[in-house]
């Protein structure tokens, strides 16, 4: 267990669907990145936040959203999901800028 | 922009030594990371340089050279367990925040 708890582990569901992904932090660590890692690619950076304000935006859809609550957890939203939103969804924390945990991800598939 | 490149495929048999070579592009640099993911599973740290250098921690090492703006894994004593995939990050300059861009990742393949 590395201390991050993302759930749900596996999702399915429908185009035009949306989902809700969550995942709590390790004890102590305020900032909380959540990363798509699509079939045979890397990991590309969607959103960070810091003790609850967005810090940072990389690749992320306009359909996606995010946010972070007062006790740390974050959730990721995904909606309008098209077949192309299909991939795992990592969530990492970290207290220091290069040494990341992640979390197990949820793997969403979207038919 | 920012960018890392590293090869897509090594393959070595237990008990080798092997290297995964990183080179990177940056408009700054705040130190290399390394990470290790087995298939599905999730990216783990390994290790990091922010200095130019070797650092050791068991079987692996991990080099920096800025002015050569390359890095690499170096991987002793292969095991089977050790197959996964590897991959090499920067900090993203170009973000307010602490976010790490990865490179595409090396998968290594380690058979007896």
């Known amino acids: 267990d590395s201390g991050v708890t993302q759930t749900p582990k596996h999702l399915i569901t429908a185009t035009g669907q949306r989902v809700t992904l969550r995942c709590s932090p390790r004890s102590g660590d305020l900032s909380v990145y959540w990363y798509q890692q699509s079939l045979d690619q890397g990991l590309q950076f969607l959103i960070q936040?810091?003790?609850?304000?967005?810090?940072a935006k990389g690749n992320i859809l306009e359909r996606f959203s995010a946010q972070q609550f007062p006790d740390l957890h974050s959730e990721l939203n995904l909606s309008s999901l098209e077949l192309g939103d299909s991939a795992l969804y990592f969530c990492?924390?970290?207290?220091?800028?290069?040494?990341?945990?992640f979390g197990s991800g949820t793997r969403l598939t979207v038919v | 922009g920012q960018s890392l490149e590293q090869p897509s495929e090594v393959t070595a048999v237990e008990g080798a030594i092997v290297q995964i070579n990183c080179t990177y592009q940056?408009?700054?640099?705040?130190?290399l990371s390394w990470y290790q993911q087995h298939d599905g599973g999730a990216p783990t740290f390994l290790s990091y340089?922010?200095?130019?250098g070797l650092e050791e921690t068991g079987r692996f090492s991990s080099f920096l050279s800025r002015s050569d703006s390359y890095g690499y894994l170096l991987l002793q004593e292969l095991q089977m367990k050790d197959s996964a995939s590897y991959f090499c990050?920067?900090?993203?300059?170009?973000?307010?925040?602490?976010?790490?861009?990865f490179g595409k990742g090396t998968t290594l393949s380690v058979s007896s």
């Open positions: 990050a920067v900090r993203d300059l170009n973000q307010a925040g602490t976010a790490l861009i």
């Open positions: 936040y810091y003790n609850g304000e967005e810090r």
């Open positions: 340089n922010g200095l130019d």
């Open positions: 940056t408009s700054g640099f705040y130190g």
């Open positions: 990492a924390s970290s207290a220091t800028d290069y040494g990341y945990t």
